[in-house]
């Protein structure tokens, strides 16, 4: 297994990590990309959205995803409504919102399983472990940078229709 998704140490018994192929991964985080980039309307939404579409294989490497859940985007003021929509983008992904967007099949049970396991590493996951640098070093932009974490604007694909992140389209750079 390339690519593990897990809840911080202390509450790592409570949920077992999601290990997962390149394969795999690559599928788990497209699904969520598209299925957040339909949800989203606030801000924070949207940028949690691109946070996940920028864990995109294919442009920072094979095997190099993996993450902890308190490294994602988490704000302290607005923590239970970001985790409210990760689950509503979680349960929309698992029914196939946006899945005909793929140029391929994926293997959905695998998928779902997946997702199921997020969801409940989420739901166990609490405002008291969220760590406000990640979202502080995450959003923060550097003078000069021409390419910023967060694109200016929310941009969106034209041709896939979900948030860009500084490594362009998700599904572009996969080849859908």
């Not at 923590?79 to 409210?84: A, D, G, L, M, P």
């Not at 698992?94 to 293997?107: E, Q």
């Not at 640098?133 to 200016?152: A, L, M, Q, V």
Request: charged share 25%.
């Amino acid at each position: 297994m390339a690519n593990t998704i897990s809840l911080p140490k202390e509450l790592n018994d409570v949920v077992e990590p999601i290990g997962m192929s390149n394969g795999l991964t690559s599928v788990f985080i497209e699904v969520l990309a598209i299925s957040g980039s339909i949800l989203a309307k606030t801000n924070r939404e949207k940028e949690i959205i691109i946070w996940l579409a920028q864990r995109d294989q294919s442009v920072v490497g094979i095997g190099t995803v993996g993450f902890d859940i308190d490294e994602m985007p988490w704000t302290i003021d607005s923590f239970e409504s970001e985790k409210n929509f990760i689950l509503d983008t979680i349960s929309n992904a698992a029914d196939g919102l946006g899945w005909d967007k793929l140029s391929y099949k994926p293997r959905q049970d695998w998928v779902v399983n997946c997702l199921n396991q997020f969801g409940l590493m989420i739901k166990v996951f609490n405002k008291e472990d969220v760590d406000m640098d990640n979202y502080i070093e995450w959003s923060e932009i550097e003078e000069g940078d021409d390419n910023p974490t967060i694109p200016r604007g929310y941009p969106k694909c034209e041709k896939h229709n979900i948030y860009l992140n500084c490594h362009g389209c998700i599904l572009c750079n996969n080849g859908s």
